[in-house]
């Protein structure tokens, strides 16, 4: 299962919902590659708590069911054959909605207005490939009124999902960023509002893709080292 996150403009939350569905993956024992195009390497870095190890097709360990690969530009096709789910990270400027690497599922998270413009322009060639799940990203920030006008904007679109819940705006998320942590190990993270709506988002997706697990989570891990 190919899970693609992917708008075509920057800064919407996409390094973030990936490493965050990876972590959610470590949780529930699903194997996951997690692999990002970005010459950024942004995704990396959740996985070593914020070192800056991008070397190119060299895969990082992250607890015991989630590898995490920088492949810059290109689709690290033959390691995602060894695993069960694969979710990548891309950039703003890849041109993955026409290249040859079809996804199962892409996401789309959106977080204001040119989010959902910038969609607008690339949706038709991605829906050619499969379904599209638009997700509400921190796109509260502006109140209520704000958030309905921007849902209205998304229901024009043609044939896209929109995921139902909003993942809200956040100190405790901000925080996980600075900390490149997970939600739940950020301070005042566990338990809160975003990491419960970011659990049910993740598990809606994995039910979704046909991975979904129903063991019991395990506790976060915090270990991470070259495999």
Request: charged share 20%; with cysteine; glycine share 8%.
């Amino acid at each position: 299962m190919l899970i693609v996150i992917h708008n075509h403009k920057g800064g919407t939350g996409k390094s973030t919902s990936a490493a965050h569905l990876a972590f959610r993956a470590e949780q529930l024992g699903i194997k996951t590659l997690a692999a990002t195009i970005d010459r950024q390497g942004d995704l990396l870095r959740w996985f070593t708590r914020g070192e800056a190890l991008l070397e190119v097709d060299s895969p990082i360990q992250y607890g015991d069911h989630v590898t995490a690969l920088y492949s810059p530009d290109e689709f690290p096709t033959r390691l995602a054959a060894n695993f069960p789910l694969t979710i990548v990270d891309t950039s703003p400027h890849s041109d993955v909605t026409g290249g040859a690497v079809s996804p199962d599922l892409w996401i789309v998270p959106v977080d204001n207005r040119t989010a959902i413009e910038n969609l607008a322009s690339v949706l038709p060639l991605m829906l050619k490939k499969a379904p599209a799940l638009l997700v509400f990203y921190m796109a509260d920030g502006g109140g209520v009124g704000a958030l309905g006008a921007l849902q209205d904007a998304a229901r024009m679109l043609d044939n896209i999902e929109i995921y139902d819940e909003v993942i809200p705006k956040s100190g405790a998320m901000f925080r996980a960023q600075l900390r490149y942590c997970p939600v739940w190990e950020s301070p005042f993270g566990a338990d809160s509002v975003v990491h419960k709506a970011i659990v049910r988002f993740a598990d809606h997706v994995f039910k979704r893709a046909g991975v979904a697990k129903t063991v019991a989570p395990k506790k976060s891990v915090r270990k991470a080292g070259r495999r």
